[in-house]
């Protein structure tokens, strides 16, 4: 998702931490590292000014047209299941269930007067929604996430849990950010992932996992879910570099792979654990080489489900 838009303002100066960081974080460190050198390997640390792929899409602008979606380098594609899964009849997961928030709305471009309508996400009013963003060849946002909310429901389903989609592309537009939070909360869920991808800038690379800050105003009460949210997003981050190989982001989150913030209504109104993956920057033409790859979207998926498993089994 871009910085730029409804529930995705530009990241504030980051504070000094107030704590040592958990061992959960501790132990990400050394395979960050390991997954940079597997990151360098196979693409580099970022591109130079000659790589530019373009500029973070605008919220209220339609994704970047093209005649045709890129093909991504597998055929592989996950098989159609219901928005909800039925119950499991046994795996480690069984009982347990999760939401996943595919970021955005492949008809968003087409219902511009209805995601600009704001709502109140408990700090302030924001847009529903935006149009999310797209690679400079057109692959868009809206289509990645779904793809890769797919492959995760099915790898979640193998192990027992019951799955929900917040949208599943049979909408005309949305969910809004507070109704996403709604549905988890509604779903009781164990937990819950919003998938993105990031509109930053060429040369900006690699992964960050969004985890609520403390929040107490209005609707918005974030203080129950800090600190399982932080659990749950930490291990997303480990399990996320190990699978992919990917690094954590270059440019938020100083090397961690973890951002927290204030801003987002989909963490703001959330009673349930939950965090946001911007997956990678989909403005850097390496980074885009990966998220138009099936095979590179079915390792993200798998690191996203190792990451909610650990979690969910504690």
Known sequence: ??????????????????????????????????????????????????????????????????????????????????????????????????????????????????????????????????????TNSGYTEAKFTLDVAHRLRTLLEKQGATVKLTQDGDRTYGPCVDERARIGNKAHADAVVSIHADGAGAGQRGFHVILPGSVHAGAADTRPIVASSADLGERIAGKFV?????????????????????????LNLSTVPKVFIECGNMRDTKDAALLTSGTWRQKAAQGISEGIVSFLRG
């Open 1 to 134: 998702m871009s910085y730029v838009g409804p529930d995705f303002d530009p990241p504030q100066p980051r504070r000094p931490r107030r704590r040592p960081l958990t061992v959960a974080v501790a132990a990400l460190v050394p395979g960050a590292l390991l997954g940079w050198l597997v990151y360098e390997a196979v693409g580099g640390s970022g591109g130079d000014a000659s790589e530019a792929v373009g500029t973070p899409s605008s919220s209220s602008s339609a994704p970047a047209a093209s005649t045709s979606a890129p093909k991504s380098t597998d055929d592989e594609k996950p098989s159609p299941t219901p928005s909800t899964s039925a119950p499991a009849a046994s795996g480690p997961l069984k009982g347990k269930v999760v939401v996943i928030d595919p970021g955005h709305n492949p008809s968003n471009f087409q219902h511009t007067a209805e995601i600009n309508k704001k709502v109140n996400i408990g700090t302030n009013w924001k847009e529903c929604d935006t149009t999310g963003t797209s």
């Open 242 to 266: 190990r699978v992919t190989g990917s690094a954590p982001s270059n440019y938020v989150g100083d090397g961690t792979g973890l951002v927290t913030r204030k801003d987002l209504g989909g």
